[in-house]
């Protein structure tokens, strides 16, 4: 059974920067993509960026040039760097993955940006 934990939300201002990190249980290079989704009350669920096994990666045209995702192999972690924040951006962010056809998802953390 995967588990994926993350962490690193909370509560910046317009322009700041958070760094969120997802901890997934056994090897993280296993998996066959690793990727954040956000969602707010009013809208669905929408991927932010992903990286696939092969370090392919991709972003959602609202956070491209402003969002980085990494890997760390060592770690066993995937991490979003998001910066120049906005308050559109504000939602709970959720770590997702998918392991020999199965799919796993976090229980999410709340990123707020104040304007």
């Known amino acids: 059974q995967v588990q994926l934990v993350e962490s690193g939300g909370g509560l910046v201002q317009t322009g700041g920067s958070l760094r969120l990190s997802c901890a997934a249980s056994?090897?993280?290079?296993?998996?066959?993509?690793v990727d954040w989704y956000r969602q707010t009350p009013d809208k669905q669920r929408e991927m932010v960026a992903f990286i696939t096994q092969g370090g392919s990666i991709n972003y959602a045209a609202s956070v491209k040039g402003r969002f980085t995702i990494s890997r760390d192999s060592a770690k066993n972690t995937v991490s979003l760097q998001m910066n120049n924040l906005k308050p559109e951006d504000s939602a709970v962010y959720y770590c997702h993955s998918l392991k020999s056809g199965s799919d796993y998802w976090g229980k999410g953390t709340l990123v707020t940006v104040s304007s």
């Open positions: 056994g090897n993280i290079e296993s998996f066959s993509v």
